[in-house]
């Protein structure tokens, strides 16, 4: 099931030169295309430990790591660089072989 994303935002993809706040924004848009829109809101902003948020934030750190290195969405999402680490790690090693469609339809979004 996909869910409607924000009318207000532009679907251009980031680049280099976008802040941390514009790339943000971007992919928690490009998620609420497969994640409940105030699921990926709690998944990237909360703590919750539960397996869908968790695996939301998984997957947002994974994509902003593309254009971002761990120390940085670290700062900005008040967690260790090795925890982006191990989100980075679940996606690329875990995801593809306990749900092939939705990393299939992660990896995607960084698809021009």
Known sequence: ???????HIT??????????????TY??????????????????HGKSR?????????CFRWLMYRHFNTLEIGRKFKCDHTTVLHSINYVNDKLPVQDKKLHK????????
């Open 50 to 58: 539960k397996d869908n948020i968790a695996l939301i934030r998984h």
């Open 1 to 7: 099931m996909t869910y409607p994303v924000y009318p």
């Open 27 to 44: 992919y928690m848009v490009m998620l609420t295309r497969y994640f409940h829109p105030d699921d990926v809101i709690q998944a990237v």
């Open 105 to 112: 339809q992660i990896s995607n979004i960084l698809k021009p």
């Open 11 to 24: 679907d251009k993809k980031p680049q280099p030169a976008h802040t941390i706040e514009a790339v943000t």
